[in-house]
């Protein structure tokens, strides 16, 4: 009985995110490329994979360490934008307290934005914890190998790929195809506007603190916006 | 502080921020006046992240197609990202546009 039900969990639970692959192979070759460009070199830089595992801080981390930016402002500006995730943690704590001790400290490392996607939504037909920590663990795992994999790929090619191509120009466009997605109203509108729109304001600002900055404006208007909007 | 250090301090911070409501605050409830700018992160942080990357030249706003292809070849990109939400296709549409800039301007 168990049995079967942790496999169907894990089964489904890799099926849910096997669709959103097609968005997150080319994201890893993208990483694994600027990796093996990076000041940091390839491997430590690709370590972040396995070490941080969170697409958008890994390759903000390479590219403000490559910048020359103080350490400090580095991880603080990765810390800004992985906090979404105690959004994720706050909302799937509620489930994660039924499964084992263990368990509940270690699965949170394999937390994803669309791990925690197709899972929030199944928890919402289904009862079984053991089916729901299955199911978690069935997707998440499925993305932690695929980022990994595309990482190493990205890696290899990224070393026979000539800068006269423009391939960091890549970089926005990965940044693009989550931004986009990521408006679903008027506020959210406002805060990528107004996240945009300081940070190159801010572009300069000492230290490299131009991006957060922006992105914590872009908040405050976001939050603003939608006060009075209410 | 070296690269290491760096990197390794934000995969312990990155972890703990998953672990916080999982495994250590527990029952408690996030408050409202937490969880609503957790909202707007995701928006506003890639936004900051993609306009300079894009609009900005040597430091300054450059929307020449001739001087910065990569402001012009952002648009299109981002017309396909609304329309299609495709990643290869954004990433094909966009690496495309700028290198066909590069070679006509």
Known sequence: MTDSTRRAGTVDGARAVAPLLIGVIPFGLVFGIVAAGSAVGPWLGGSTSVIIFAGAAQLATLQLIDAGIAGAVVIATALVINSRHLMYSAALAPHFREFPAIVRFTLPYVLTDQAFAVSIVRYGDVNDPVYKQWYFTGAALTLWITWQISTVVGIVLGAQVPASWSLDFAIPLVFLVLLVPSIKSRPDLIAAVVGGGVAVAAAGAPYGLGLMIGAVSGVVAGVIAQRVMR | ?105
């Open chain 2, 1 to 105: 502080m070296t690269d290491l250090a760096i990197i390794l301090t934000i995969g312990i911070g990155t972890y703990l921020l998953r672990l916080s409501f999982i495994g250590i605050l527990g029952d408690r409830t996030m408050p409202d006046w937490a969880m609503v700018p957790l909202r707007f992160v995701a928006p506003a942080v890639l936004a900051a992240l993609v306009a300079p990357a894009v609009l900005l030249k040597d430091g300054a706003v450059d929307l020449s197609p001739v001087t910065n292809p990569r402001a012009l070849a952002a648009l299109v990109a981002l017309l396909i990202a609304w329309k299609t939400k495709n990643v290869i296709a954004v990433i094909v549409a966009g690496m495309a546009a700028v290198w066909l800039l590069q070679a006509l301007l």
